[in-house]
């Protein structure tokens, strides 16, 4: 249609081509348009549910934490054979990698409304304000001019890498 319209006003037939164009036009999204609702049925096609994908989720990151939990049966191999492995730092791994699965059925069982106040989104929540007062420590002591322009990068560094893992991503929380 724009194409037929572009023609110059002089063009031979160029009305004719202009009613050509727009019916072809009108006529092609009325049959796709009023065919499609049954294509869709035919074909069988589903839209997104948000709680299938929460159930499914959970239980993909319960498959995931089982796997990664299955290394750490033998330490001694992933830290090296003289080393002994400190109980005490290998049960707060087990810990952090089952909270991400914890989450995620958090996430599958809660109505959306309750989850804005969950145990995790909370720990997020306190552990975000907790790394926002050490930032504004770490800008006063930047200010001072105590400590070594490195020192202060890499403490800045750490805090981005900190808050960037506790920032909710994708649209999921």
């Given at each position: 249609?724009?194409?037929?319209?572009?023609l110059?006003e002089?063009?031979?037939y160029?009305?004719?081509?202009?009613?050509i164009?727009f019916t072809?036009?009108?006529?092609?999204?009325?049959?796709?348009g009023?065919t499609l609702?049954?294509l869709?049925?035919v074909?069988?096609i589903?839209?997104?549910?948000?709680?299938t994908?929460?159930?499914?989720s959970?239980?993909?990151?319960d498959?995931l934490?089982?796997?990664?939990?299955?290394?750490l049966d033998?330490?001694?191999?992933i830290?090296g054979?003289?080393?002994q492995?400190?109980?005490d730092?290998l049960?707060?791994v087990?810990t952090?990698t089952?909270m991400?699965?914890e989450?995620?059925?958090?996430?599958a069982?809660l109505?959306e409304q309750?989850?804005?106040?969950?145990?995790?989104?909370?720990?997020?929540?306190?552990?975000l304000a907790v790394l926002?007062?050490?930032r504004?420590a770490?800008?006063?002591a930047?200010?001072?001019?105590?400590y070594?322009?490195?020192?202060l990068?890499?403490?800045q560094r750490?805090l981005d890498v900190?808050?960037t893992?506790?920032?909710p991503?994708?649209?999921?929380?």
């Open positions: 249609l724009a194409a037929a319209q572009s110059p002089s063009f031979a160029r009305e004719q081509l202009v009613l164009a072809v036009a009108v006529t092609t999204l009325l049959v796709q009023s609702p049954a869709i049925r074909l069988k589903e839209g997104i549910d948000a709680d994908d929460r159930e499914e959970a239980t993909l990151f498959e934490r089982t796997e990664g939990l299955r290394i033998d330490p001694q191999q830290v054979g003289d080393v492995v400190d109980e730092v049960e707060r087990r952090d089952g991400r699965s989450f995620e059925w958090e996430k069982r109505p309750k989850l804005v106040r969950s145990p995790h989104r909370q720990y997020r929540d306190l552990r926002e007062a050490e504004q770490l800008l006063a930047r200010a001072r001019g105590t070594s322009s490195r020192v990068a890499k403490a750490i900190e808050e893992r506790l920032r991503r994708g649209g999921s929380s």
